[in-house]
């Protein structure tokens, strides 16, 4: 069983009925947000890159919770010097959880924490749970090494940032989906702000055309597999 709510933005929480995976709690300060931080528990947190809108709410998340707080090196250094349990992995390296398996692949973006120190490289994240195997692209730009990605695991659920500026837009995005080839892809990182301003029902539609599978999640909508 796999159980999937997206708080808006990146941000996601998964569960498999025994473990909580949190991934970029971003939650105060995200407009989009149903939830506020106090909400949300999880015994993971899985961090793409340390940008305020994805480190978001871990500090308190974790300290709440003391989740293990999964992250390239530089940023999960930096949590377990702020007192949070971390697990230090990198990019192209993949780890046996109790959850599943879980493997950080690249990402084309940066890595600043909010005082603009280097964290690491960006990343995104291949992991089990539930029996489905989610590839969360983090922030990025396209490239060609989706395929790769979508070659080595076979991806149910892909999600998908879709809001230009900062990472990919439709048009791009929908790319990237035909290249990892998932069973179903969800699209993020839209509508927090005017600047990364996006329609999902047309990224839904243009995944459609090319015979793919996508769905919009409401911001706060759980659904489950
Ligand atoms: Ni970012
Ligand atoms: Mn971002």
Known sequence: MLKIQYISHS?????????TIAIDPFITGNPTSPLVQED???????????????????????????STVIAVNELADYCAKQGMNAHNM???????FPFGKLKFTQALHGSSNSEGQ???????????????KIYHCGDTGIFGDMKLIGELDKIDIMIVPIGGNFTMDIDDAVKA?????????????YNTWPIIEADP?????????????????????????
Do not use: C, Q, W
């Open 40 to 66: 949300v528990n999880a015994n993971y947190i899985v961090l793409t890159h340390a940008h305020g809108d994805h480190f978001g709410d871990t500090t308190a998340i974790a300290t709440r919770n003391s």
């Open 118 to 132: 280097y964290m690491g490289s960006p990343a995104g994240v291949v992991l089990e749970l539930g029996g489905k």
């Open 90 to 96: 990198h990019i192209g390296g993949s780890y046996k």
């Open 201 to 225: 029902a047309k990224f839904v539609k243009k995944v459609e055309a090319i015979g793919k599978k996508a769905r919009e999640m409401k911001f706060g909508e759980e659904i489950s597999f």
């Open 177 to 189: 989906v035909e290249m990892v080839n998932p069973d179903l892809a969800i699209p993020i990182h």
């Open 11 to 19: 941000a996601f929480l998964l569960s498999d009925g025994e473990n």
